[in-house]
């Protein structure tokens, strides 16, 4: 049966690879609601192409730009905006599947409300399980919902893993492979230095700009290590972290005879949204197939955490539980703007990240009140502590 999709974020770098793969199997995927924040030009581009009953963008005057290209053009979209109207497209009973590809804390409310609506789910926005893991998957295991991975990591250790749950008893360990970014030899002197072009040049993914500066401090891989404790329901001990610099395996799962089943391919995204997008079924996804010769040579090495501190910020914040993951995602999201944005140094990303947890006390992730209230308020300290630092020369 042809499968019915809201791509939350259609606009971003995931959005991208997602319409690619869909566009190479009409028969398989059609698109009910695409979804980008201000990019309401490529949304029109979007919409045109692909025809979805309903587009959704920030707010009134982008929804009033994109509407009147759409009707120019004779194309009947709804255009639609704002969080509710997210939370909208993500239940509605148009759709079967979402694909949740927004960027940052803004993906959680609507990925929240496909999992109640009971959707399979296609996570690339790993702040929904960073911020609220266990309010997360008891509202995916309650409603019935499929939950997917897409992040090249999570979808490795997916198709590593039996599929039958109980059967996880056998596994002793996950480990998650990290390229190491751009900074990975750069000397540490250096670091301070780094430019915000510097950081969004990732020497084998092409990815959007916030989790492109995540891989170069490796918050990005402490998130995901957050991540996979949710999803394969392990604790942090079990999940290790390996730099591998070529990014051919993108996971691995070590298993108690000591087997270690691998995922390789080419970094390329398409790979992990067409396993999700088809499974259980193979699809073409344009990717060309890997050639090892090419690769000729696999390295690994141990994670630097003193190079990498945001490393271990996310490692503890797991291991402390409550909301303490939420507060460091919030931090973080804020620290890496201001950074985009010229205002602080690379390296006080990680420095406003750790004051903020320092700053604020833990508790229990009781509800989702409570999470929302530690994100705000991490921001408001990230935004203060900001304040107070001299912008960089
Ligand atoms: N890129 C990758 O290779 C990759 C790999 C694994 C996981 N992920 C995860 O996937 C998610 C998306 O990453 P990305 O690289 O595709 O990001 P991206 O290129 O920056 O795209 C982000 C998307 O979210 C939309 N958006 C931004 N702020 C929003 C808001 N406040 N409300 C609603 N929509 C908003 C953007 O719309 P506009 O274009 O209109 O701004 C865009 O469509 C992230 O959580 C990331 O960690 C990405």
Same mark, same amino acid.
């Given at each position: 049966?042809?499968?019915?999709?809201?791509?939350?974020?259609?606009?971003?770098?995931?959005?991208?690879?997602?319409?690619?793969?869909?566009?190479?199997? @009409?028969?398989?995927?059609?698109?009910?609601?695409?979804?980008?924040?201000?990019?309401?030009?490529?949304?029109?581009?979007?919409?045109?192409?692909?025809?979805?009953?309903?587009?959704?963008?920030?707010?009134?005057?982008?929804?009033?730009?994109?509407?009147?290209?759409?009707?120019?053009?004779?194309?009947?979209?709804?255009?639609?905006?704002?969080?509710?109207?997210?939370?909208?497209?993500?239940?509605?009973?148009?759709?079967?599947?979402?694909?949740?590809?927004?960027?940052?804390?803004?993906?959680?409310?609507?990925?929240?409300?496909?999992?109640?609506?009971?959707?399979?789910?296609?996570?690339?926005?790993?702040?929904?399980?960073?911020?609220?893991?266990?309010?997360?998957?008891?509202?995916?295991?309650?409603?019935?919902?499929?939950?997917?991975?897409?992040?090249?990591?999570?979808?490795?250790?997916?198709?590593?893993?039996?599929?039958?749950?109980?059967?996880?008893?056998?596994?002793?360990?996950?480990?998650?492979?990290?390229?190491?970014?751009?900074?990975?030899?750069?000397? @540490?002197?250096?670091?301070?230095?780094?430019?915000?072009?510097?950081?969004?040049?990732?020497?084998?993914?092409?990815?959007?700009?916030?989790?492109?500066?995540?891989?170069?401090?490796?918050?990005?891989?402490?998130?995901?290590?957050?991540?996979?404790?949710?999803?394969?329901?392990?604790?942090?001990?079990?999940?290790?972290?390996?730099?591998? @610099?070529?990014?051919?395996?993108?996971?691995?799962?070590?298993?108690?005879?000591?087997?270690?089943?691998?995922?390789?391919?080419?970094?390329?995204?398409?790979?992990?949204?067409?396993?999700?997008?088809?499974?259980?079924?193979?699809?073409?996804?344009?990717?060309?197939?890997?050639?090892?010769?090419?690769?000729?040579?696999?390295?690994?090495?141990?994670?630097?955490?003193?190079?990498?501190?945001?490393?271990?910020?996310?490692?503890?914040?797991?291991?402390?539980?409550?909301?303490?993951?939420?507060?460091?995602?919030?931090?973080?999201?804020?620290?890496?703007?201001?950074?985009?944005?010229?205002?602080?140094?690379?390296?006080?990303?990680?420095?406003?990240?750790?004051?903020?947890?320092?700053?604020?006390?833990?508790?229990?992730?009781?509800?989702?009140?409570?999470?929302?209230?530690?994100?705000?308020?991490?921001?408001?300290?990230?935004?203060?502590?900001?304040?107070?630092?001299?912008?960089?020369?």
């Amino acid at each position: 049966m042809q499968k019915r999709l809201t791509l939350l974020g259609s606009t971003g770098s995931i959005g991208d690879s997602t319409l690619d793969v869909v566009a190479r199997h @009409p028969q398989r995927f059609s698109v009910y609601a695409l979804t980008a924040h201000r990019n309401g030009d490529k949304l029109v581009e979007q919409c045109l192409r692909f025809a979805p009953e309903v587009a959704v963008v920030g707010d009134a005057a982008t929804a009033a730009q994109v509407e009147k290209k759409l009707r120019e053009a004779g194309c009947r979209t709804i255009v639609t905006y704002g969080p509710q109207a997210l939370v909208d497209v993500s239940k509605s009973d148009g759709c079967d599947t979402v694909v949740a590809a927004i960027v940052g804390a803004a993906g959680l409310a609507p990925t929240l409300a496909a999992a109640r609506a009971g959707k399979r789910i296609l996570l690339a926005n790993k702040e929904a399980l960073v911020m609220s893991g266990d309010i997360f998957m008891d509202a995916v295991h309650d409603h019935g919902a499929v939950l997917l991975p897409v992040d090249s990591e999570h979808n490795a250790i997916f198709q590593c893993l039996p599929l039958d749950a109980a059967q996880h008893g056998g596994v002793s360990k996950i480990v998650l492979t990290a390229s190491g970014g751009p900074f990975r030899t750069r000397e @540490p002197a250096t670091l301070v230095d780094v430019t915000p072009e510097e950081a969004c040049k990732h020497p084998n993914w092409s990815m959007g700009r916030k989790i492109s500066v995540d891989s170069a401090t490796m918050m990005n891989k402490g998130l995901e290590v957050i991540e996979a404790h949710y999803l394969f329901d392990l604790p942090g001990e079990r999940i290790e972290v390996l730099i591998h @610099p070529q990014s051919t395996i993108h996971s691995m799962v070590s298993y108690a005879d000591g087997s270690v089943l691998a995922q390789l391919g080419n970094p390329d995204m398409r790979t992990p949204i067409a396993h999700a997008l088809a499974f259980p079924d193979r699809v073409d996804s344009g990717v060309a197939q890997l050639d090892l010769t090419q690769v000729a040579t696999l390295t690994f090495e141990k994670p630097d955490y003193q190079r990498f501190p945001c490393l271990a910020l996310a490692m503890k914040a797991l291991a402390e539980g409550g909301v303490a993951s939420a507060t460091l995602n919030a931090a973080n999201e804020v620290a890496v703007e201001a950074f985009l944005n010229r205002r602080i140094g690379f390296m006080a990303i990680a420095q406003t990240v750790d004051a903020v947890l320092n700053a604020l006390g833990n508790t229990s992730a009781s509800s989702l009140d409570v999470v929302l209230e530690a994100d705000a308020a991490a921001r408001r300290a990230a935004h203060t502590l900001i304040d107070s630092l001299p912008v960089p020369a």
